[in-house]
Nanobody, 118 residues
Framework: VQLQASGGGLVQPGGSLRLSCAAS????????PAWYRQAPGKERELVAV???????NYSGSVKGRFTISNDNAKKTHYLQMSSLKPEDTAVYYC?????????????WGQGTQVTVSS
């Protein structure tokens, strides 16, 4: 099972980006799709997550600007980021709780760089 993150890049303050995280391999179920980020010199932090009941949680610093969503048919979840600020600059990682025939574990994508700068 692999998670492949994409969509990062350089964007000006106030701009938008959409990150994607595609799951591949053989598995039964994806739960708790999430996005984390890690800025230089800082710890990795949770940005957004879709809970098992379908509700969402966001970091206070991105609430109202970022939206997490998923497409079960495409086995992909997304992070739509708007009104980006320089402090949003970080490597963004996707994460999900995935059930295979052997076990249920958290998986990480490889990270995609988001740089917000003029």
């Amino acid at each position: 099972v692999q998670l492949q993150a994409s969509g990062g890049g350089l964007v000006q303050p106030g701009g938008s980006l959409r990150l994607s995280c595609a799951a591949s391999g053989t598995f039964f179920k994806i739960n708790m799709p999430a996005w984390y980020r890690q800025a230089p010199g800082k710890e990795r932090e949770l940005v957004a997550v879709i809970n098992t009941d379908g509700s969402t949680n966001y970091s206070g610093s991105v609430k109202g600007r970022f939206t997490i969503s998923n497409d079960n048919a495409k086995k992909t979840h997304y992070l739509q980021m708007s009104s980006l600020k320089p402090e949003d600059t970080a490597v963004y990682y996707c994460n999900a709780l995935i059930t295979t025939v052997e076990s249920t574990d958290y998986y990480w994508g490889q990270g995609t760089q988001v740089t917000v700068s003029s």
